[in-house]
């Protein structure tokens, strides 16, 4: 196959689309001639006057000069544009591609001229449009970074398709692939109602008898909801003809929800409405800042973040890292699952946060905010949840998909709970097998990974359960699921981990017996909502702990801090290796103690780090690498083994770091061997996507001959979107820079 600078191009016809892909052919000279070809003589003489095309001939003419032919006739004409086609000789060296919106009819009419597809016909549809029509208003740059969706039959001709995706490319589209039927559906909701609604409001709204005081004093909305009802009339026509199917059932779906809404408006039921508008909101929201979908189809690339963090001075000041995420993920869990209005103060606005909070309003739970840390949540009771539209996303975060096991265990509908690449890949068995004990049935993907496709409607009964290994978010998966068990469950575990899940049930009066290692549950009870004050994450805090501790001449207060028994191992264990840490204004907000924690500079000192605090400290780990990497002497963890299937391998994760930059480091099957006392050198690291990471070799970067480069950052909005503004404002030397 010859290459595209060298093939003639036939458009047929020269509308808006057909007339920008034209231009934008010729413009960017991606072929060696374009062709028009149009029923309207007049338009064909404008486009060659206005250098639109080359050229224009007869249908024929042109399908035997052409290499490539573009079909942008309207929908319903499409068949006898096709058996004109058919009649010219050749046409089968010809690759073909369209622009049509809907696909199901284009399908048939193929199917009734030739027999079967044309293996070198390429459907494509440019995701991109005016209300303007006609060749006069061809745009040669209408297709820049928009996209257009590819839909080739399974028997394609691969050197076809790959012409007409360069094709497109060069036209500066981004070329997706999607299945023909999967297409017209989601076009159907996405662009084919949206038109069909614009038209119908305009209309309704013009013969009312005032209809110019109405369109006089239109507001932004109104203009921006109303334009596309300029839209070309015929065209969009014939698209709802060619789309009936799939059109009408969205059309369907969206008047059911909308009779719901007015019967809501009628009889002022502040709820239903604050629901809609809510999910509405945050929906639009989430889905295109967190999970950033490119348009109808895969992920999009994230963002390349890179911190650059220099040598600092002293670190001063007071700061207030953001709200424990641990707890923010429950509070969410189990206001949702209460009986009232749960209000949260705060709330962690964490990309994983954001998650459960998106979860459960797909569950039908109404939920306003977050606004500055505040959120409400209109409690729908243990069994009040409903079946979501379809997977719930979550991101990032184990702990989100680990404890969401537990309380849809039980629940009568079916459910799949999915999360990005890193989730995707770490281990789920360790709720699993103990929820299939209690009766639940749950399917992963091999090894026990995600996604998790739970059975609705099974009762589970209660068990008596030992953990393998220490897990505060396997405990509390059980705990969660022994609310809806019959009977009592109790968990054991080998070592104290942390206990908000049980606190904060007692919170909201559900009772939960602790004995030492060990938490029971009674199924059957209920949930009573109350107001929740989220203390600041001592994981977020550890950072500046360290940072403050290993820079000469630091003092640094950090206010407000989470200082519950069960996660203080970052301050026992900093404390051990003389540390200068002390507690002020110790008080206790919702069931949580809370401290401002005052961290001055020491000599630290390498030590064997107490297996009992290793629980205790598990998520703080990447940082106390940095400390003991700065420390005098040798510092030894075992009993670490959870910290290998993290979000990342944490363990080799810093042991790889830390050799970059110098360091004489050991690794052991369940933990790390760090000899300190050497200066960190300047070098380039990788934080696998690992928040933990990433902000770990930030504050190595403090005290380290000269600058780390650290890869792979964006993941750290997961858990502190603030850390580099707050990180600034102690004294860091730190410098972010992205790329797409």
């Known amino acids: 196959m010859k290459p595209l600078s060298k093939q003639t191009l036939a458009v047929i016809g020269l509308g808006l689309i057909g007339g920008s892909v034209a231009t934008a052919v010729k413009q960017r000279s991606l072929c060696h001639r374009v062709l028009g070809v149009d029923l309207d003589q007049q338009a064909l003489k404008i486009a060659k006057a206005i250098q639109v095309i080359d050229d224009y001939l007869p249908f024929a003419d042109a399908v035997k000069a052409a290499d490539i032919i573009v079909l942008a006739v309207p929908m319903l004409g499409m068949q006898q544009v096709l058996q004109s086609l058919a009649e010219v000789e050749g046409w089968q060296d010809k690759i073909i591609t369209d622009v049509g ?6 399908i048939d009419a193929t199917e009734a001229v030739f027999g079967e597809w044309p293996e070198n016909f390429i459907p494509g549809h440019p995701i991109a449009g005016s209300e303007k029509s006609g060749v006069t208003a061809a745009n040669p740059d209408l297709f820049v970074n928009h996209k257009v969706i590819l839909t080739p039959h399974a028997m394609v001709n691969h050197q076809a398709l ?10 500066g589209a981004d070329v997706l692939q999607m299945d023909i039927q999967r297409h017209d559906e989601v076009l159907a909701v996405t662009s084919h109602l949206p038109h069909l609604l614009a038209f119908s409001l305009v209309d309704t709204l013009a013969t009312e008898r005032d209809n110019q005081d109405i369109f006089r004093y239109a507001a932004g909305g109104f203009r921006d909801f109303t334009r596309i009802a300029a839209s070309d009339p015929t065209m969009w026509h014939d698209i709802f003809v060619a789309n009936k199917g799939a059109v009408l059932r969205a059309l369907n779906d969206f008047t059911a929800d909308l009779c719901k809404l007015q019967k809501a408006v009628e009889t002022e039921d502040s709820q239903y409405m604050l629901g809609v508008f809510t999910r509405a909101k945050v929906a639009r929201e989430h889905f295109s800042k967190m999970l950033a979908r490119r348009a109808y189809v895969e992920p999009m690339k994230q963002q390349e973040i890179r911190y650059i963090s220099h040598p600092a001075g002293p670190l001063s000041g007071e700061i207030r890292v953001p709200g424990d995420k ?18 949260i103060e705060g709330f962690l606005e964490g990309e994983d ?18 606004h500055q840390g505040k959120v409400t949540i209109y409690g729908v009771g243990l069994h009040g949840l409903k079946q979501p539209p379809g997977p719930l996303y979550l991101g990032n975060s184990g702990t989100a998909m680990r404890l969401f096991a537990g309380l849809l265990a039980a629940q009568k509908f079916d459910v799949t709970l999915t999360g990005d690449a890193s989730l995707s890949g770490r281990p789920m068995n360790r709720v699993a097998v103990p929820l299939q004990k209690m009766g639940a049935v749950i399917n992963t993907e091999d090894e026990g990974r995600p996604p998790l496709r739970i059975e609705g409607g099974n009762q589970l009964a209660g068990i008596n359960y030992t953990l393998p290994m220490a897990s505060a978010q396997v405990k509390s998966c059980l705990l969660l699921a022994g609310m809806y068990a019959e009977g009592k469950t109790t968990v054991a575990e080998p070592a104290p981990t942390r206990d908000h899940t049980e606190r904060m049930l007692t919170g909201f009066g559900y009772p939960v017996e602790v004995n030492g290692n060990t938490a029971t549950i009674q199924g059957g009870g209920q949930l009573s909502a109350c107001k929740i ?56 907000v919702g069931g949580e103690p809370v401290a401002d924690i005052r961290v001055r500079a020491a000599q630290l000192k390498g030590i064997d780090v107490p297996e009992d605090q290793v629980p205790l400290a598990i998520d703080e780990f990447p940082v106390l690498c940095i400390a003991a990497a700065n420390a005098q002497g040798t510092t030894t963890v075992r009993g670490a083994s959870e910290l290998r299937v993290k979000e990342s391998d944490r363990i080799q994760a810093m042991a790889d770091g830390l050799e970059v930059l110098g360091a004489h480091v050991e690794t052991t099957p369940d933990g790390i061997i760090i000899k300190g006392g050497q200066t960190l050198q300047s070098g380039q690291v990788d934080s696998l996507g690992d928040h933990r990471i990433a902000m770990a070799f930030a504050v190595a970067g403090l005290r380290a001959r000269g600058a780390i480069e650290i890869a792979n950052c964006a993941n750290v909005a997961t858990s502190f979107p603030n850390f580099i503004e707050l990180a600034k404002v102690t004294g860091f030397d730190l410098a972010v820079e992205s790329a797409e």
């Not at 919106?101 to 284009?106: E, F, I, N, Q, R």
């Not at 946060?353 to 977050?370: C, H, K, N």
């Open 101 to 106: 919106s809907a696909k199901g009819c284009l």
């Open 162 to 171: 790959s012409c007409v995706r360069q094709l497109w490319q060069g036209m």
């Open 326 to 343: 641990s707890i923010s993920h429950r509070s969410i869990m189990l206001g949702s699952l209460a009986e009232g209005v749960t209000e």
């Open 353 to 370: 946060s954001l998650a459960t909070l998106q979860a459960f309003r797909d569950m039908g739970v109404v939920i306003e905010g977050p």
């Open 533 to 588: 004050e989220v203390p600041a994450d001592i994981s977020s805090a550890a950072f500046f702990m360290v940072a403050a501790s290993i820079v000469p001449g630091s003092e640094l207060l950090i206010k407000h801090v989470g200082i519950n028994p069960t996660r203080i191992g970052v301050i026992n264990i900093l404390r051990l290796m003389g540390g200068d840490i002390t507690l002020e204004n110790e008080r206790e």
